[in-house]
């Protein structure tokens, strides 16, 4: 253990006997040969191991640990961790007091064996009473970059980024969804390394720097979330995205059972992009591998496989403001990219949290609960003072969105019918006071629903989507934020 370590295991004597932490750290790494150091507010164990030949375990490796507690190290985490398989490195993150941070990201040789942590270990309680927190963890090496004019070509961006940042691998731009020969207003900028993206995000940051004359706007872009290959194996549903918003499902369900007919079961299409769902998964493969760049009503299409709901997130929660993505009233979000930035919050599963990518996945919404104890200090606040990424309904983001713009709520107005079989259908009519008396005085949906939670978020969710294409009220943080992607 070179002295960098021992200074840092010094430092634990606050927490642990100095001499007893210091041991233990030892005996760790007499029994598996791995280094230590310490340095940057952290504490590398291994990377690499003992052995080791060749680069580093490619991306979907790691896995980020929180909700450690902070009198726990090494030479008890280690142990648990080595149970779904071989660390290549853990770092353990490291306050000045000698405590961790609650927090640290393993490493492992394989994705199959990160993926195993997360299953086996995710929730596990190591000590009495204390429960970890295990997801993936990627290097983000994408940027996203906002307000950007919206005639520039891909190529054209690229440069420009090239010359104003260093290791940049390729652009992600997409086009308009009313008008192909334009970009969408924003960008993802790919790095060929976290490093590169991080100094270009460090340069561009402030707000100052300009492209073209325009003040352009940098963020993160989230990382779109992983999908083992077992799942991926199953899925029979292709994604078609860059479609003419006036293309129809009959024209893509047609276009797509020509190469052989009655191989497509539906067809889900949202403004310009769509779902087809296909009876077998060997047709959809080969589908893809035939539409995939084909031109409908114009447009040149890009096909991908769909990324299937978490299993968890199917069963609908009405109680808690999040519909079933399994309604087949309902509108999913699950690629809506166009967004213009101006001055609002974010729809919940806007696509461009997606990080660029071609193939999405329906909105998964993390949601977790946490113990509330006793004497714990609750403060009052409005609802309106929280971030758009709080809301989880349709519902609650217009009305959010409204009191942003300093208008009145949303009215919503009741509407049924009856259905041939006897069943009492339901809809919603929503009008926003403050533009009623503009291009559109009302909102309704062209789909009725059978329960009054379901039709009141598909009015919310149908009326959001014509505010954006009407009227611009969607902001930076809605464009590049959405899987969490």
């Not at 207003?185 to 490093?195: N, P």
Request: net charge neutral; charged share 25%; aromatic share 10%.
């Amino acid at each position: 253990m070179n002295e960098e370590n021992i200074d840092g295991t010094n430092g634990c004597s606050k927490v642990r006997n100095g001499t007893q932490n210091e041991a233990a750290l030892l005996a760790l790494m007499e029994k598996t040969g791995y280094n230590m150091v310490q340095e940057n507010g952290q504490r590398k164990f291994g990377g690499p191991p003992p052995g080791w030949e060749g680069p580093p375990p490619p991306r979907g490796c790691e896995v980020f640990v929180g909700k450690i507690p902070r009198d726990m190290y090494e030479d008890e985490l280690v142990p648990v961790f080595e149970r779904a398989g071989k660390i290549y490195e853990f770092r353990l993150m490291m306050e000045f007091s000698g405590e961790n941070r609650g927090y640290a990201f393993v490493m492992y040789t394989t994705k199959e064996e990160a993926q195993l942590a997360i299953r086996i270990l995710n929730n596990y309680e190591i000590r009495p009473g204390k429960f970890i927190g295990v997801c993936v963890s990627l290097d983000n090496c994408r940027l996203f970059i906002g307000a950007i004019p919206k005639e520039k070509k891909k190529e054209e961006i690229l440069d420009e980024m090239k010359k104003v940042t260093e290791g940049v691998v390729d652009v992600i731009v997409y086009p308009s969804a009313t008008d192909k020969t334009k970009n969408r207003g924003f960008a993802f900028v790919e790095y060929e390394s976290h490093r590169a993206a991080a100094m270009a995000r460090r340069k561009l940051i402030p707000g100052t720097f300009q492209l073209w004359g325009h003040t352009i706007q940098v963020d993160w872009a989230d990382p779109e979330k992983e999908v083992d290959e077992e799942t991926m194996q199953r899925v029979k549903v292709l994604y078609v995205r860059n479609l003419m918003i006036s293309t129809t499902e009959e024209t893509i369900k047609a276009e797509f059972n020509k190469f052989k007919p009655g191989a497509v079961e539906r067809v889900k299409k949202l403004r310009d992009y769509a779902f087809v769902h296909f009876f077998n998964r060997e047709d959809a493969v080969a589908a893809m591998s035939v539409m995939n760049g084909k031109c409908i009503d114009g447009a040149s299409i890009e096909v991908t496989l769909a990324k299937p709901v978490n299993k968890e997130n199917t069963w609908r929660q009405h109680l808690n403001g999040q519909i079933s993505p399994n309604s087949e009233n309902l509108i999913v979000f699950a690629n809506k990219e166009e967004s213009h930035p101006k001055t609002l919050g974010k729809l919940p599963t806007l696509p461009a949290r997606l990080n660029g990518q071609h193939s999405p996945s329906p909105p998964e919404v993390e949601r977790c609960t946490y113990p509330f104890y006793p004497g714990t200090k609750l403060t009052p606040i409005s609802m309106y003072s929280l971030k758009s990424n709080h809301f989880n309904s349709a519902v609650m983001h217009l009305d959010y969105y409204c009191n942003k713009n300093n208008w009145a709520p949303p009215e919503y107005y009741l509407y049924s019918t009856t259905s041939q079989d006897g069943k009492v259908l339901l809809v919603y009519k929503i009008v926003i006071p403050a533009i009623a008396n503009g291009s559109q005085s009302y909102f309704m949906p062209d789909k009725l629903c059978t329960t009054l939670e379901d039709a009141k978020e598909l009015a919310a969710q149908f009326t959001l989507l014509h505010l954006d294409r009407e009227h611009n009220l969607f902001s930076l943080d809605l464009c590049r934020r959405i899987w969490r992607k």
